[in-house]
């Protein structure tokens, strides 16, 4: 219920999200509001990109939930959207997602410190995450355990879930295992496609920059 008022109100009450626009502005302010709402301190991270001649003013959005460890796990979501539709799945539905979980972890103890990700510039090339990752310090990189990403999870009448090949993917393979002992319907692709090896998919969003410079 948390998740969807918060889709709503970013959908229907904001609209499309086109990078660069008032309307992605606006969100980013919703998100930060939201954030500080909830306790956190949230930081407004803006960056400018040229894409197609154009340049293109963008922010992203983050907030930190400190753990028993130092060691970071970022999760993200990039909150603009195409110009056609409202953008509720792609991806107010992922944005939404965060602001829920953000809430229910507030008041408890974690084991990691979580950094919450909320990337601008997604659809126009993934600037938000790029711009964040070229940022990164490599004691930072190395301080990362993994970056998990939400991207468009509400079209679908089968939730899954992805990873890296090998021992990168363990979260993924943490994550079946919980869903399976709790009865919850999460899976991953069985690799049928031979271009997208069991359990993985492909670098069209967030993730990827991530997973270039190591990150699982």
Do not use: C
Not at 9 to 19: F, Y
Not at 96 to 103: G, N
Not at 137 to 143: L, M
């Amino acid at each position: 219920e948390i998740a969807f008022a918060h889709a709503e109100a970013i959908s229907e009450g904001i609209g499309p999200r086109v990078a660069g626009t008032e309307a992605e502005s606006k969100t980013a302010t919703y998100l930060v509001l939201e954030f500080e709402r909830l306790g956190y301190v949230s930081e407004l991270r803006p960056f400018s990109v040229t894409v197609e001649g154009k340049v293109i003013n963008s922010a992203n959005v983050m907030a930190i939930k400190p753990g028993l460890s130092l060691q970071e796990i970022i999760v993200g979501a990039h909150y603009d959207s195409v110009e056609v539709g409202k953008g509720i799945d792609d991806n107010a539905s992922g944005v939404a997602v965060i602001l829920e979980v953000a809430e229910r972890l507030r008041s408890q103890n974690t084991p990691y410190t979580i950094r919450f990700l909320l990337f601008g510039a997604e659809e126009v090339g993934l600037q938000g995450s790029a711009y964040y990752v070229s940022q990164m310090t490599d004691e930072q990189i190395q301080n990362t355990v993994a970056m998990i990403n939400l991207d468009s999870v509400t079209a679908s009448d089968i939730a899954y879930i992805y990873g890296d090949e090998g021992k990168k993917g363990q979260i993924r393979d943490w994550a079946l295992n919980f869903a399976q002992e709790h009865d919850l319907a999460l899976q991953t692709q069985l690799g049928e496609n031979p271009e997208y090896p069991a359990g993985t998919t492909g670098d069209w969003s967030d993730h990827a920059p991530f997973k270039k410079v190591g990150i699982p």
